[in-house]
Nanobody, 115 residues
């Protein structure tokens, strides 16, 4: 059974930083494409960042230069370091894993950027 468990969300002021974690079980992140998505109220879920099994990364234009995706294969955990946060980054952030045609989602963690 595959489980992706996110943590690290919360309330932060504009300009602040947060690090999200996604702990995986039942799937090896080292051979999977892992990603972070987000969904704001009234909007569609969108890709924020992804990382392939060989370490190639991809970012949404809106977060380039501010967010960094990384992984620790030994801990089977994926991270999203978020800096210079803006109110428009407010959303529920979801961890996503893809392997051989199967797609897995975490339950999401709320990130709120507000003064």
């Amino acid at each position: 059974q595959v489980q992706l468990v996110e943590s690290g969300g919360g309330l932060v002021q504009p300009g602040g930083s947060l690090r999200l974690s996604c702990a995986a079980s039942g799937i090896s992140i080292s051979i999977s494409v892992m990603g972070w998505y987000r969904q704001a109220p009234g909007k569609q879920r969108e890709l924020v960042a992804s990382i392939t099994s060989v370490g190639s990364t991809n970012y949404a234009d809106s977060v380039k230069g501010r967010f960094t995706i990384s992984r620790d294969n030994a801990k089977n955990t994926v991270y999203l370091q978020m800096s210079s946060l803006k109110p428009e980054d407010t959303a529920v952030y979801y961890c996503n894993g893809r392997l051989i045609g199967s797609v897995y989602w975490g339950q999401g963690t709320q990130v709120t950027v507000s003064s």
